[in-house]
């Protein structure tokens, strides 16, 4: 899917809301010596964005946009312009990309979304899995459209629900395979 980057590192905005631990695990897989990508961007809707420490922990530019101002596509596209961005990795980001804003980056957008999709879009993931009895659930990590959690999907990881799960619980199971799982799918759309 990425044509070829040569000896290149894909350089990646990651988009946060909140924590950012797969945001932490993105930068962890960014630092090993063979590390495909390098992380060059962090942005944020949520000024108080626990991730957004890491920005300052490991020295990453970060930019906090206001999504319900005006012109804020247009002002996150230039900065990924600015910076060159390859590659978009939505990780616990919790706003919606709209249609224009998908076509008009032209690199690679990706989502990790809780849950084996195309079960469980949107919120409460684990809860919903709970509830409909399900034996698995998962993560997974597709690409972006503009049709919610539906873009092709590029790699999945199960988790069994035991009957002692929580939507707590299981969100902390999943959430561990998370972190392993993103930077599984970027060599995987690098080396496909
Ligand atoms: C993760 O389960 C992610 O898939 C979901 O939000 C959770 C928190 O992620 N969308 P993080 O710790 O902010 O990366």
Redesign the pocket.
Known sequence: MVQSIGSKKLKVAVF????????KSLIKFSKLKKSPIMINLIISNNPKSK?LNYANKFQIKKKIFNFDKKFYEKKILYELKKNNVDLICL????KILSKNFIKKFKGIILN???SLLPKFKGLNTHAKAIKNKEKYSG?TVHMVTSKLDSGKIIIQKKVTINKQDTPKTL?KK??AE?HKLYPKAILKIINP
Do not use: D, Q, Y
């Not at 946060?16 to 945001?23: A, D, H, M, R, V």
């Not at 990780?91 to 919790?94: E, L, N």
């Open positions: 946060i809301s909140g924590k950012g631990s797969n945001l991730g990780a616990g980001f919790m990790i979304h809780p993560c969100a999943v959430l998370e």
